[in-house]
């Protein structure tokens, strides 16, 4: 049995004070939700208060961004190490808007990937097509692509140390997720892609997570599909209210 996880991307949002608050009261609200996995995903910024104020809670941290080199000349970057070092344990890599906006490419996400292996990070590496892809029937084809690109060498026992999250671009920020039907259809498609890739135990032991408009009243019916393991949440991840109801659907 997969345990389902539900991560919290906050993007850039957030000063240190609002993100104080922000996880006191997750911190308050958690105590009865054990059997999920919990992540914040804060900004750099924010990384080490937010650690400090979530040490012995059933919250882990994780980071939105990572580069693979582990120190020097890279103004701007933050290594795998330093996120070790701030208490992170996950890394989102490959988010659409790091793709979209950063003009991330497959190869770059999967020197990100391994290096936070490396560091004893768990990815969490998002996938998905957009809008235009989607309607030209082009959805399992950029996805196997992504998938293709960003696991390139990577080993069966690797794969199992990594979380994906399925988040259709058109979904993402708009209001308009996809159905839990539409989700569970990806998501199957990933799987079988793992199994054929990969192995049957790696398909079966990874999870996915969708992403995607994921709120507190459509959290229940995404998060009650076969193959989705719980969900990468923006928007409804900065209110604690709309994140712990988020969580509270995946543990029971
Ligand atoms: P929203 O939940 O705001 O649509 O964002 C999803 C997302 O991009 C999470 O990584």
Redesign the pocket.
């Known amino acids: 049995m997969r345990r389902r996880i539900i991560a919290g991307?906050w993007?850039m949002n957030k000063t240190i004070p609002e993100a104080l608050e922000l996880v006191r009261e997750l911190r308050l609200g958690l105590k009865d939700c054990a059997n999920v996995e919990v992540v914040v995903c804060p900004p750099f910024t924010t990384l080490s208060i937010v650690g400090q104020e979530i040490e012995g809670t059933a919250m882990s941290l994780g980071a939105q961004n990572v580069f693979w080199e582990e120190k020097g000349a890279y103004t701007g970057e933050i290594s795998p190490h330093m996120l070790r070092d701030a208490h992170c344990r996950y890394v989102?890599i490959g988010?659409?808007?790091r793709r979209h906006i950063f003009r991330e490419t497959d190869e770059q996400v999967n020197r990100k990937i391994r290096a936070a292996l490396g560091a004893e990070l768990t990815p969490i590496v998002?996938v998905g097509e957009r809008l235009e892809e989607r309607q030209a029937n082009k959805t399992f084809e950029v996805i196997s692509g992504q998938l293709r690109g960003g696991f390139a060498s990577l080993q069966s026992a690797e794969m199992q140390r990594i979380v994906i999250?399925y988040?259709p671009v058109w979904?993402?920020?708009?209001g308009q997720n996809a159905t839990p039907a539409q989700a569970q259809e990806v998501h199957a498609f990933i799987r079988n892609w793992l199994v054929k890739a990969f192995d049957k135990d790696t398909g079966a032991a990874m999870r996915i997570q969708y992403?995607?408009?994921?709120t507190a009243e459509n959290s229940a019916a995404l998060i009650g599909q076969p193959d989705v393991d719980g969900a990468?949440?923006?928007?409804?991840?900065l209110k604690a209210e709309s994140f712990l109801k988020i969580v509270q659907a995946a543990a029971c």
Not at 232 to 237: C, F, N
């Open positions: 991307n993007k989102i988010h659409s808007e998002c999250a988040e979904a993402i920020g708009t992403g995607g408009s994921v990468l949440v923006g928007g409804a991840s």
